[in-house]
């Protein structure tokens, strides 16, 4: 039977980090809002809501987010992601593993409507079987999900059994979603988890052709 890869987008499958930062600070901008330690706390990879938190602990709420995520939105998904970069050998990796047979996903805590308008634009859609974002369901009964509820909810629809599953990320969030589904998880070196969540992972890998 065919292995299944979940791939983590930011920090995994491409540095986008640049690109995010610029959104991030332009939405803050246009709000009037100050974040002075805004290069210091800030990492790509993490949900939305959870990044909010980080910057702005003291003045959080929920119409905040709901406004910086309006905001960015509007700048990042226009913009043509002139900063993005894949990582060296990662899509190369992807195409070995589906030429033997396997099924390789996107799993991201993106927004879908980024996550997919990058997938067009670096030409990803004509390589992975499928993108699942955390909020590609916020506008019906299912709701927004976290990144353990989205892959257990893109195992139920590809009909996959999580010894055939491994998930690669850099973020803590990854592999605690792996661990909540009982799959799999490698954790690549080169994106933007620090040690102590690398350390979350089965397996640390420094090269994508590891993934082989």
Do not use: Q
Request: glycine share 8%; proline share 4%; net charge negative.
């Amino acid at each position: 039977m065919s292995k299944v890869w979940f791939f983590d987008l930011d920090g995994t499958i491409a540095d986008t980090d640049s690109d995010i930062r610029l959104a991030w600070k332009a939405a803050i901008s246009d709000l009037g809002l100050e974040c002075p330690a805004f290069d210091v706390k800030f990492v790509a990879g993490p949900p939305f809501d959870e990044m909010a938190k980080i910057l702005f602990p003291e003045s959080h709420t929920p119409a905040l987010t709901d406004a910086l995520r309006s905001g960015f939105a509007s700048h990042y998904d226009s913009d043509g992601f002139p900063s993005t970069r894949e990582y060296p050998g990662v899509i190369d990796a992807v195409k070995s593993l589906k030429a033997r047979g396997d099924r390789v996903f996107i799993a991201t805590n993106k927004r879908f409507a980024g996550a997919t308008a990058m997938a067009r634009h670096f030409g990803w859609d004509g390589i992975f079987d499928g993108l699942y974002a955390g909020d590609m369901h916020k506008d019906d009964p299912i709701g927004k999900l976290a990144k353990g509820r989205l892959i257990a909810l893109a195992m139920r629809e590809i009909g996959a059994s999580r010894e055939d599953c491994t998930l690669v990320g850099d973020t803590h969030s990854d592999f605690e979603a792996a661990r909540e589904n009982g799959i799999a998880s490698i954790a690549v070196s080169w994106g933007y988890g620090k040690s102590e969540e690398l350390a979350l992972a089965d397996v640390v890998i420094s090269s994508a052709d590891e993934l082989l």
